[in-house]
């Protein structure tokens, strides 16, 4: 009869002990795996620091950009009316030739207010030119957008909620209101008072 294995709780199984070969294929995975983990560490030291390079020189980057803007906004603010000034000079030299030629003893008041007149033009037109548009709305409906009513005149002649007369031009620019025009707004034909009994 074959002999069987006692593996009662006394007796525990006894393991076979390990062969030379595995004990030195064990042996050899160590250093192996030493050396990959140490090649892997060294790769990943490597792409942290040139992650943190370019991280640098984002942040660098974008800090001289932010600077570039604001220098930009300030040269844009500072010489952004150049041209608009530039188109107004012939204006002023003209301007200041009415106002000599109105201060010589042999001025004629016609010449001086063609003149003057004249400067107004070309103002106007260096200002339209720039997108400047006037807001003189006589006889056109009242508009609360566009227009500041100062106060309301009876008128035969212009109808009701209308604008009778412009007390001071209004302006805006590209479509936008810089100032609005102050007017008297007619409230119709004059009514007769009532009589008190």
């Known amino acids: 009869?074959?002999?069987?294995?006692?593996?009662?709780?006394?007796?525990?199984?006894?393991?076979?002990?390990?062969t030379p070969e595995a004990a030195t294929a064990a042996g050899a995975s160590a250093p192996g795996e030493a050396t990959a983990l140490a090649e892997q560490?060294?790769?990943?030291?490597?792409?942290?620091?040139?992650?943190?390079?370019?991280?640098?020189?984002?942040?660098?980057?974008?800090?001289?950009?932010?600077?570039?803007?604001?220098?930009e906004k300030d040269e844009l603010r500072q010489f952004a009316a150049s041209r608009v000034l530039e188109d107004l000079l012939p204006a002023l030299d003209n301007?200041?030739?009415?106002?000599?030629?109105?201060?010589?003893p042999s001025a004629d008041a016609k010449t001086v207010v063609s003149g003057v007149e004249m400067v107004l033009?070309?103002?106007?037109?260096?200002?339209?030119?720039h997108g400047l548009k006037?807001?003189?709305?006589?006889?056109?409906?009242?508009?609360p957008h566009q227009h500041e009513a100062i106060s309301h005149a009876p008128s035969a002649d212009v109808?009701?909620?209308h604008v009778l007369t412009v007390v001071r031009t209004g302006y805006a620019l590209n479509g936008r209101?810089?100032?609005?025009?102050?007017?008297?707004?007619?409230?119709?034909?004059?009514?007769?008072?009532?009589?008190?009994?």
């Open 159 to 161: 109808k009701a909620e």
């Open 41 to 71: 560490l060294a790769a990943a030291k490597k792409e942290a620091a040139a992650n943190r390079e370019a991280h640098l020189r984002s942040v660098a980057d974008l800090e001289n950009f932010r600077k570039r803007t604001v220098r």
């Open 177 to 197: 209101l810089l100032r609005p025009a102050s007017v008297i707004v007619s409230s119709g034909k004059a009514k007769p008072e009532d009589k008190i009994i």
């Open 1 to 18: 009869m074959p002999e069987t294995a006692d593996t009662s709780p006394d007796n525990p199984p006894v393991s076979a002990a390990p």
């Open 95 to 104: 301007l200041a030739l009415g106002l000599a030629a109105a201060k010589a």
């Open 121 to 129: 033009a070309q103002l106007k037109s260096a200002l339209a030119n």
């Open 134 to 143: 006037d807001i003189s709305p006589a006889g056109q409906p009242f508009d």
